[in-house]
Protein backbone atom coordinates (compact mmCIF):
# COMPACT_ATOMS: atom_id res chain seq x y z
CA UNK A 1 0.00 0.00 0.00
CA UNK A 2 1.21 3.45 -0.47
CA UNK A 3 0.76 5.57 1.98
CA UNK A 4 1.38 9.51 2.62
CA UNK A 5 2.67 11.33 5.49
CA UNK A 6 2.48 14.36 7.03
CA UNK A 7 5.60 15.81 8.87
CA UNK A 8 4.58 18.83 10.98
CA UNK A 9 1.93 17.46 13.50
CA UNK A 10 2.31 14.11 12.81
CA UNK A 11 5.46 12.49 13.14
CA UNK A 12 7.17 15.74 15.18
CA UNK A 13 5.18 18.21 17.47
CA UNK A 14 3.83 21.26 14.73
CA UNK A 15 6.79 24.11 15.65
CA UNK A 16 7.16 25.15 11.49
CA UNK A 17 9.75 26.29 10.64
CA UNK A 18 11.46 24.64 13.94
CA UNK A 19 11.00 20.57 13.44
CA UNK A 20 9.19 19.83 16.65
CA UNK A 21 9.64 17.17 19.58
CA UNK A 22 9.11 13.60 18.09
CA UNK A 23 5.91 12.09 18.43
CA UNK A 24 5.97 9.34 20.38
CA UNK A 25 6.23 5.64 18.63
CA UNK A 26 5.41 7.79 15.11
CA UNK A 27 8.87 7.18 13.50
CA UNK A 28 8.99 3.27 15.08
CA UNK A 29 5.43 2.80 13.72
CA UNK A 30 6.60 3.99 10.28
CA UNK A 31 9.61 1.78 10.01
CA UNK A 32 7.74 -1.33 11.20
CA UNK A 33 5.31 -0.14 8.27
CA UNK A 34 7.72 0.17 6.12
CA UNK A 35 9.92 -2.75 6.74
CA UNK A 36 7.91 -5.58 8.09
CA UNK A 37 4.79 -5.19 6.55
CA UNK A 38 6.58 -3.48 3.09
CA UNK A 39 4.37 -0.49 2.80
CA UNK A 40 5.57 2.34 0.68
CA UNK A 41 5.63 5.68 2.36
CA UNK A 42 5.65 9.37 0.79
CA UNK A 43 6.50 12.16 2.91
CA UNK A 44 4.14 14.97 2.30
CA UNK A 45 4.37 17.50 3.71
CA UNK A 46 4.42 21.80 2.75
CA UNK A 47 8.01 22.18 3.76
CA UNK A 48 10.32 23.20 0.65
CA UNK A 49 13.85 24.27 -0.11
CA UNK A 50 15.86 24.05 3.46
CA UNK A 51 13.38 23.20 5.78
CA UNK A 52 12.11 20.03 3.44
CA UNK A 53 15.81 19.48 3.26
CA UNK A 54 15.85 19.27 7.35
CA UNK A 55 12.74 17.05 7.63
CA UNK A 56 14.06 14.32 5.49
CA UNK A 57 17.34 14.13 7.19
CA UNK A 58 15.72 14.41 10.81
CA UNK A 59 13.66 11.22 9.42
CA UNK A 60 17.01 10.02 7.74
CA UNK A 61 19.14 9.89 10.93
CA UNK A 62 16.08 8.07 13.02
CA UNK A 63 16.66 5.61 10.21
CA UNK A 64 13.33 6.42 8.29
CA UNK A 65 14.16 6.64 4.79
CA UNK A 66 10.90 7.44 2.57
CA UNK A 67 10.08 6.28 -1.30
CA UNK A 68 9.57 9.93 -2.46
CA UNK A 69 9.11 12.99 -0.92
CA UNK A 70 6.08 15.56 -2.17
CA UNK A 71 5.54 13.31 -5.35
CA UNK A 72 4.55 10.05 -6.39
CA UNK A 73 7.85 8.98 -7.27
CA UNK A 74 11.59 9.26 -6.58
CA UNK A 75 13.62 11.82 -7.72
CA UNK A 76 10.56 14.01 -9.16
CA UNK A 77 11.38 17.33 -9.79
CA UNK A 78 9.30 19.55 -8.25
CA UNK A 79 7.47 22.43 -10.64
CA UNK A 80 7.06 25.78 -8.54
CA UNK A 81 3.28 26.48 -8.03
CA UNK A 82 2.37 23.03 -9.18
CA UNK A 83 0.16 21.27 -7.53
CA UNK A 84 1.31 18.34 -5.24
CA UNK A 85 -1.67 15.77 -5.55
CA UNK A 86 -0.14 12.60 -4.77
CA UNK A 87 -2.07 8.75 -5.36
CA UNK A 88 -1.91 7.48 -2.14
CA UNK A 89 -4.32 4.71 -0.41
CA UNK A 90 -3.77 6.26 3.08
CA UNK A 91 -3.14 9.73 4.10
CA UNK A 92 -1.64 10.12 7.18
CA UNK A 93 -1.92 13.71 8.82
CA UNK A 94 -2.65 15.65 12.15
CA UNK A 95 -5.39 17.79 9.97
CA UNK A 96 -7.22 14.44 9.66
CA UNK A 97 -11.14 14.84 10.61
CA UNK A 98 -11.20 14.16 14.16
CA UNK A 99 -7.57 14.45 14.64
CA UNK A 100 -4.64 12.45 14.71
CA UNK A 101 -4.94 9.17 16.29
CA UNK A 102 -2.60 7.46 18.73
CA UNK A 103 0.23 5.78 16.27
CA UNK A 104 -0.74 2.13 18.21
CA UNK A 105 -4.07 2.84 16.27
CA UNK A 106 -3.09 3.71 13.56
CA UNK A 107 -0.48 1.15 12.80
CA UNK A 108 -3.58 -1.65 13.40
CA UNK A 109 -6.22 0.44 11.45
CA UNK A 110 -3.57 -0.34 8.21
CA UNK A 111 -2.34 -3.91 9.37
CA UNK A 112 -5.94 -5.13 10.32
CA UNK A 113 -7.50 -2.83 7.40
CA UNK A 114 -9.92 -1.64 9.72
CA UNK A 115 -11.81 1.89 10.28
CA UNK A 116 -11.56 3.46 13.17
CA UNK A 117 -15.09 3.52 14.12
CA UNK A 118 -17.05 1.63 11.09
CA UNK A 119 -19.82 3.72 9.95
CA UNK A 120 -23.46 1.44 10.12
CA UNK A 121 -24.72 1.73 7.05
CA UNK A 122 -27.80 -0.81 7.20
CA UNK A 123 -30.25 1.47 8.91
CA UNK A 124 -30.12 4.29 6.79
CA UNK A 125 -32.69 5.24 4.35
CA UNK A 126 -31.96 6.80 1.42
CA UNK A 127 -33.85 10.01 1.67
CA UNK A 128 -34.70 11.73 -1.87
CA UNK A 129 -33.65 15.48 -2.03
CA UNK A 130 -36.76 17.76 -1.23
CA UNK A 131 -37.66 19.99 -4.13
CA UNK A 132 -37.63 23.59 -4.34
CA UNK A 133 -40.67 24.15 -3.27
CA UNK A 134 -41.01 21.74 -0.40
CA UNK A 135 -37.50 23.13 0.91
CA UNK A 136 -39.79 26.81 0.93
CA UNK A 137 -42.80 25.80 1.97
CA UNK A 138 -42.59 22.47 4.19
Given amino acids: MVIAVD?????????YPAIGKPIPFAIETLKKL???DHHQLILWTVREGDLLK????????????FYAVNSNFPND??????S?????DIFIDDHN??????????????????????????????????????????
Wanted: negative net charge; proline residues 6%; aromatic residues 8%.
Fill in 7 to 15: FDGTIVTHE
Fill in 97 to 138: LGGLPDWGIIYRMIHEGKALRPIPTSNIEEKKPKSLFERIFG
Fill in 54 to 65: EAVEYCANKGLE
Fill in 34 to 36: QQE
Fill in 77 to 82: ELIPAA
Fill in 84 to 88: RKLNA
